[in-house]
């Protein structure tokens, strides 16, 4: 069965670290986009970062450039996003996603979600 299972996120403080993770089952992450949506209450699912299967190319939404930095351990089959700095407006929910491109319509995979919360 190919599923994504993610972990990482809590509740913390504004200007406070949190690492985001991502492991496939059932497939691997290697032949496809891999990235990072969020959804925070009242809005759109959005990608935050996105990486391209030859790992050549990233994507950054414009309000996390410079604060978190997507990677990948192809040997663990995992995707991992390293959130510094966090501002109170980056609490959504956060899903871990593959497919064929950085835009929802392209995703064939979803994690579950993950909380991710911070306060002012």
């Known amino acids: 069965e190919e599923h994504i299972v993610e972990s990482g996120g809590g509740l913390v403080q504004a200007g406070d670290s949190l690492r985001l993770s991502c492991a496939a089952s059932g497939f691997t992450f290697d032949d496809y986009v891999v990235g990072w949506f969020r959804q925070a209450p009242g809005k759109e699912r959005a990608a935050v970062s996105c990486m391209s299967a030859s790992m050549s190319n990233t994507y950054y939404q414009e309000s996390v450039k410079g604060r978190f930095t997507i990677s990948t351990d192809k040997t663990k089959n995992t995707v991992y996003l390293q959130m510094n700095n966090l501002k109170p407006e980056d609490t959504a929910v956060y899903y871990c996603?593959?497919?064929?491109?950085?835009?929802?319509?392209?995703?064939?995979?979803w994690g579950q979600g993950t909380q991710v919360t911070v306060s002012s």
């Open positions: 996603a593959a497919g064929g491109g950085c835009l929802s319509a392209l995703v064939n995979y």
